[in-house]
């Protein structure tokens, strides 16, 4: 993804969010070959793509291309809650196990794997890419355990092999159906809730802007590059919602009730399934618990989104008419 074309990639994951606009993001840049490769059919098809169907928990008969330069591994299970504690690391170890021998036996020495901030763990406290790792969730320990086979492979060949591994934050744009879109439905029904507090560190990044620092962080021609997927302004929740209401829903109300109540409330519509917009008590306590995670090499390096989110939100707007989704 850098000025030099690219000959060919394999995208372990392309077919999910962010695998499919790095899939867009290449066929732009005029990438000769693409091959991704996910266990799930994509949303969209692109001509020029080869699309694989494959478990990247056994890439024993995954096929070797010629003219591969890079690895990007994006599949994951990341969903929270959605899975069993068991699924996160048969998918996102064993599967950087079988990225990693594929990249071996397919003799690919360029590796771009994204991990999480989930691997530092809720806290009030900013972490840095220096921070020591305490995962507390499945997913983050997955993904901890994901970057040192990652790192595994990397050293075995030092002179030859470069690594990127992005933490990113939570990423959002268009197809995401996550957390942002999320609060994009909810303020659309004209009201916003604030469980107990609206000061909440919310560390995000929008699509684009990730897959922009990857590209800076894959320039920087180094052997081992581990960074912060995030904007440097350290978002609160109320910084984010504010910037909804400015731009995009000026007649939302707000109000903020005590979090008992809210996740109380938040039990009870999981039931229902209320207004089909994914209320449930975990993704309440994601509203209450900060993830204060700073880009400290990226800032270090001079590469800031000075925008930010109010940039992002505006952009999302424009590609989708401004539904958010």
């Not at 606009?21 to 098809?45: F, N, Y």
């Not at 096929?63 to 690895?71: M, S």
């Not at 990652?150 to 995401?176: C, M, S, T």
């Amino acid at each position: 993804m850098s000025d030099e074309v690219l000959k060919g990639v394999v995208i372990f994951g392309g077919s999910g969010f962010i695998g499919s606009h790095l899939i867009d993001k290449l066929i732009t840049q005029g990438c000769k070959k693409i091959i991704s490769v996910d266990i799930k059919k994509p949303k969209v098809k692109r001509e020029s793509v080869n699309y694989i169907l494959a478990d990247v928990r056994d890439l024993s008969s995954l096929e070797k291309f010629d003219g591969v330069e890079k690895i990007y591994n994006f599949a994951a299970i990341h969903t929270t809650p959605g899975h069993e504690h068991h699924e996160y690391y048969e998918t996102n170890v064993c599967g950087a196990i079988e990225v990693c021998k594929y990249a071996e036996r397919a003799g690919i020495e360029h590796i771009v794997f994204t991990s999480s901030i989930s691997v530092y763990g809720p806290s009030e406290e900013q972490k840095t890419e220096e921070t020591v790792l305490q995962p507390e969730s499945s997913y983050g320990y997955s993904k901890m355990i994901a970057e040192k086979i990652h790192k595994e492979w990397l050293n075995k060949d030092l002179k030859n092999k470069r690594l990127v591994i992005v933490r990113p934050a939570v990423v959002f744009g268009p197809g995401e159906g996550g957390n942002f879109t999320r609060l994009a439905t909810l303020l659309s029904k004209g009201i916003f809730i604030y469980p107990g507090r609206k000061n909440t560190i919310k560390a995000c990044i929008y699509v684009d802007d990730l897959l922009e620092a990857i590209n800076f962080a894959e320039e920087q021609n180094q052997t081992l590059i581990t960074f912060n997927g995030a904007y440097h302004q350290g978002y609160t929740l109320e910084d984010i919602i504010i910037t909804f209401q400015s731009n995009h829903f000026e007649n939302v109300k707000t109000v903020m009730l005590p979090k008992a109540f809210v996740l109380g409330v938040a039990k009870t519509l999981r039931l229902f399934n209320a207004f089909n917009i994914g209320i449930h008590p975990d993704r309440v306590m994601k509203l209450v618990k900060s993830t204060d995670v700073y880009p400290g090499w990226l800032v270090s390096k001079g590469k800031k989104f000075d925008g930010g989110v109010e940039v992002a939100l505006n952009k999302w707007s424009s590609a989708t008419n401004g539904k958010f989704n």
